[in-house]
Each structure stands twice: as structure tokens, then as C-alpha cells.
């Protein structure tokens, strides 16, 4: 960050050698989605990813420390100017949006597409009648009567202060000029106050607030050395973006990790899951008392045996992140190996459930490790407070059958999971045919019977002696069959043969008492 200078000169030409030029810079970059909660506002930002992007991809940890000062500081940005110069992903000018402010978000075009997507995502209508983005080299005239906000080091590393764009009214003897190599006590003036100092992957941050001028300021007082490096810079980068895409990790850390192993690319990732694995415990025991109403239950079926569980989270927006269903996926394999490991064989079926406490000692794997590390990374990763809940797990001997369904799958999932079902209700159903060649064919038979399950919500089997009526409601062959409603269920199935003999509904959020079947 810096301070602000007045224009001087050809700026543009300085800039070519830092930022790309080419108008089809996102064709090989891909997106990544990341949600924040800041000053009571949840917000989904895009930050595009790719080779030549330069620093126009990530969200800068001094841009979110800023947005944590605005909410420690419960500030009101309501009918003031704020404009955000190299905003990268605008995410600081869409919380000062958010906060009242009549925001202008500029940067170089090489951004312009990340922070027009992130404004639409997140700016209801009347936030986006007061808010602008604009290329920073065509920014319009405006008086500096507002807060200036910028959280771009390249900018800051190359002229020694903010690229201020041309037709700012400053005068020169009213800019406020900071060389990036000055002693921190060298911001102490009439008109200015230190407020806070950050540390962020070796540069340093000052916090300013400049009261004369109503504006707040991220000063950077040291440059980062991969800026000086020349040709090695490529490499690192190659690294960098490869370490990125294989961990998941933000660039900040995956860069910390790099220059802390010196390019061990190896060390690299070891440390970084180590370090994930630490933050996550500590960012799990900070959210754990918050409420998990959302989520998503995974069914997850091998031959004779199947598994259905529940995972929880605090939104239905991290629900609907891959790497919430990847999570889903690690416990419903683990659930399903320590139920083959522990099942007793025997000549009939077999169901059992398993509590949050039960579930907690469960492993990925023979050797691998247990479902609350994989939990406590899925934490530091996503934010959120989450729970492994529950599990069903059911055997069938031969001539015995699984069905399972389940409703309200996630809008995006990836191909990875394709052996898995997600959803928010599921059902597994248990059933026999008293045929040795069944006529029906039963794999369609008992997905039928479970997707009845899920519609209709039964708490037991019942009999074929049930009648319909007011007592028989919630016993499932009593019921009207969910695909044809003149018949009850037991009436559908007589004719074939068809046996229910145990049936399991989770629904997530609810009661896991609600669940259980007779």
C-alpha cells in the first residue's frame, strides 16, 4: 500500500513492465470462489487465477485486515466518496458499498472482469446505483472529499506511493508523499496518525489515517523482493501457481511456504498441510458454538453394503462448495470401511446408526486419518463452523436389496464425486422379493421405494393389514404410493412379490430422533 502522489509524467509506460497488456488475459485462467464474512455482510468474491495475471488475482491479506479495522472500528462510510485504487477484486470498495459509501472501484483492464462480476454478485440495487468501477487510467475528475482505499503493493513498490489516476484536483503541495523505504516514524506528522502495524508475508503495512484529508491509507514501507529477482522470477512463479492449484491454499501462504523452504516444492506442501491442519483446529474451536442448520447428506453405496451421513455447515452457499461435498465424501468412504471392518456377517440384514462422538473416531482409511482432521481442515478452509452429525449404515445377505434416493442436489458438483449421491433429504430402503428371479427389476424397484421414503416421510414399515386412515399416516405401506397416489403402497407392492423390511430418512437439520424407523 502507500501513500498518495500527484501525476507526473507517463505512468502508463512504467506500468507495462508490471502488469500484462494482452485484452485476452482470462482465456487461460480459472476462477476461484471464496466467501468472507466482514462487517455483518457475507460476500462471495471470484478471484481469477492463471499464469499471466500478474497481481491482479488474489485478495490481499492487508485488504482484509483493512475490512476487519472498518468493522473494529464500526465505521459509516453513508454519503462519502470512497474510491479504491488497484482494487484487484474490489472486495474492500464492496464493503465500503455495503457500509453507506458512494464507491468508485478502479484498477488497470487487465482486473476490470473480476471486479465486475464480484460487484453483481454481491451490491443489492440500491448499492449499485452508488457504486462505479472504472479503468483506472480513465478515471474521472473527482475531489478527494471521501476515504481513498488501496490495497495494491505493486503500484505502491513501483512509484513509491498509490498510482493516483489523472484528473484528481490535488494540488501538488497538498499530496502526501511517501518514499517506500522510510522509517515508520517518518509517517508521524500534524496531520497524520499511525494506527495500526500489520505484517504481512514480509512487507510491512502501515495503517494511516489522514484526518485533514478524511482519508484512510495501507502505506507499504518495504519492498518485496521477488520484484528485484529478474529471471528466477518465472520459476517462482511456475512454483508458485502449481503449489496454489494442487493444495488450495490462498497464494499468500503457498508463497510463505516456498520462501521458507527455498523452493522445496515438497517441504513446501508438507508444511502447508501441517499449518492448515493447525489453523483449522484453532478457527473450529472459535466458530463451535454457532449454529449448523445447513448442509448436505451423502449416500454412498459398495455391493451389499451402503451408508448414508449427514454433514453440517453454518450456510447453504458453503453447502453448495465442492470442497464441502469432497468433506461429505471423505466421511461417507471412512463410515464405510469402519462399517465393513466392524460388521458382524450373519444370515439377515444388518442397520445401525452412528452418533457425532461415534463418528469422530472414525479414519479416512486403514492408515489414514480420523474424520475430525479432515473436518477441522474443512473448517480453516471454508470458514464456517461444521459437524459430522450422523451416519446409517446398513449389510443385506444375497436375495436381499438396498435401494437409496436422494432430493435437492447441490447445483454444481464435480465429476470426482460421480459415486456418490448428494442432496438434502436421502433414504435408504431394505427389501426382498419372495421370487427367486424377481419379475421387477429391483434396483428400480428399491429406488422407488426410497424416493416414497423421502416424499412421504414415514416413521415405520407397518403391515399390508394396515388400512389408510388417520392412525396408519406414518406407516409406510399404509401410505399413498408417492407415484400413485389412488393405491396405497402396500397395494402396489403386493402383486410383486416386493417385500420393505427396514427402511432410514435423514433430512438435514432436523432431529436425528426423527430419523430412527420401527
Given at each position: 500500500?502507500?501513500?498518495?502522489?500527484?501525476?507526473?509524467?507517463?505512468?502508463?509506460?512504467?506500468?507495462?513492465?508490471?502488469?500484462?497488456?494482452?485484452?485476452e488475459l482470462f482465456a487461460d485462467a480459472f476462477p476461484v470462489q471464496t466467501r468472507y464474512r466482514l462487517c455483518g455482510h457475507e460476500l462471495s468474491i471470484i478471484q481469477y487465477h492463471g499464469a499471466r495475471l500478474g497481481v491482479a488475482a488474489p485478495v490481499w491479506e492487508a485488504a482484509l485486515?483493512?475490512?476487519?479495522?472498518?468493522?473494529?472500528?464500526?465505521?459509516?462510510?453513508?454519503?462519502?466518496?470512497?474510491?479504491?485504487?488497484?482494487?484487484?477484486?474490489?472486495v474492500v470498495g464492496i464493503l465500503a458499498?455495503?457500509?453507506?459509501?458512494?464507491?468508485?472501484?478502479?484498477?488497470?483492464?487487465?482486473?476490470?472482469?473480476q471486479i465486475e462480476e464480484n460487484v453483481h454478485r454481491n451490491l443489492?440495487?440500491?448499492?449499485?446505483?452508488?457504486?462505479?468501477h472504472n479503468e483506472l487510467t480513465r478515471f474521472p475528475s473527482l475531489r478527494l472529499s471521501g476515504v481513498l482505499l488501496s490495497t495494491n503493493e505493486t503500484s505502491a513498490s513501483r512509484e513509491?506511493?498509490?498510482?493516483?489516476?489523472?484528473?484528481?484536483?490535488?494540488?501538488?503541495a497538498e499530496a502526501l508523499s511517501l518514499p517506500c523505504r522510510i522509517p515508520v516514524r517518518g509517517l508521524m506528522t500534524s496531520n497524520s496518525c499511525v494506527l495500526n502495524m500489520l505484517r504481512v508475508s514480509g512487507l510491512g503495512w502501515t495503517l494511516v489515517s489522514l484526518q485533514a484529508r478524511g482519508a484512510l491509507v495501507l502505506q507499504q514501507w518495504h519492498l518485496p523482493r521477488f520484484l528485484h529477482a529478474g529471471i528466477p522470477v518465472l520459476a517462482a512463479k511456475e512454483a508458485l501457481m502449481k503449489l496454489r492449484k494442487k493444495t488450495g491454499y490462498s497464494f499468500v501462504n503457498c508463497k510463505k511456504a516456498l520462501e521458507k523452504y527455498d523452493d522445496n516444492f515438497e517441504e513446501a506442501e508438507?508444511?502447508?498441510?501441517?499449518?492448515?491442519?493447525?489453523?483449522?483446529?484453532?478457527?473450529?474451536?472459535?466458530?463451535?458454538?454457532?449454529?449448523?442448520k445447513e448442509g448436505l447428506i451423502g449416500v454412498l453405496q459398495e455391493g451389499s453394503s451402503a451408508v448414508m451421513v449427514e454433514v453440517n455447515c453454518e450456510t447453504d452457499f458453503v453447502a453448495q462448495n465442492v470442497k464441502f461435498q469432497q468433506l461429505v465424501q471423505q466421511v461417507a468412504i471412512g463410515t464405510m470401511i469402519h462399517h465393513k471392518e466392524t460388521i458382524d456377517q450373519s444370515n439377515t440384514y444388518a442397520k445401525r446408526l452412528l452418533n457425532s462422538d461415534e463418528l469422530s473416531q472414525v479414519r479416512t482409511g486403514p492408515e489414514g486419518s480420523l474424520l475430525t482432521d479432515q473436518l477441522a481442515l474443512a473448517i480453516g478452509k471454508l470458514g464456517e463452523n461444521m459437524v459430522v452429525k450422523r451416519a446409517a449404515c446398513i449389510s443385506v445377505p444375497e436375495n436381499f436389496f438396498i435401494g437409496s434416493y436422494v432430493h435437492g442436489s447441490p447445483s454444481e458438483s464435480s465429476s470426482l464425486l460421480s459415486n456418490m449421491l448428494f442432496g438434502r433429504y436421502g433414504a435408504m430402503v431394505i427389501c426382498s422379493s419372495s421370487e427367486e428371479d424377481p419379475k421387477s427389476d429391483m434396483t428400480e424397484m428399491s429406488r422407488r421405494l426410497a424416493q416414497h421414503v423421502v416424499g412421504m416421510s414415514p416413521l415405520s414399515v407397518g403391515s399390508l393389514e394396515d388400512e389408510p386412515g388417520d392412525e396408519s399416516e406414518t406407516k409406510m405401506l399404509a401410505q399413498p404410493y408417492v407415484l400413485e397416489p389412488t393405491i396405497s403402497l402396500g397395494q402396489y407392492l403386493q402383486p410383486t412379490g416386493v417385500s420393505v423390511l427396514d427402511f432410514v430418512r435423514f433430512a438435514c437439520g432436523e432431529d436425528p430422533e426423527l430419523s430412527e424407523s420401527s
Open positions: 500500500m502507500a501513500a498518495l502522489v500527484a501525476l507526473e509524467g507517463d505512468v502508463e509506460a512504467g506500468l507495462q513492465s508490471v502488469f500484462p497488456q494482452e485484452l485486515t483493512l475490512c476487519e479495522y472498518f468493522e473494529a472500528k464500526k465505521m459509516n462510510f453513508q454519503d462519502k466518496k470512497v474510491i479504491e485504487l488497484g482494487a484487484g477484486t474490489g458499498s455495503l457500509l453507506g459509501g458512494h464507491v468508485t472501484i478502479t484498477d488497470l483492464p487487465v482486473a476490470l472482469k443489492p440495487g440500491q448499492c449499485m446505483a452508488r457504486t462505479r513509491g506511493g498509490v498510482f493516483c489516476a489523472r484528473g484528481f484536483s490535488l494540488k501538488k508438507i508444511w502447508l498441510h501441517e499449518q492448515a491442519q493447525k489453523e483449522g483446529w484453532n478457527r473450529a474451536l472459535k466458530l463451535q458454538g454457532r449454529k449448523t
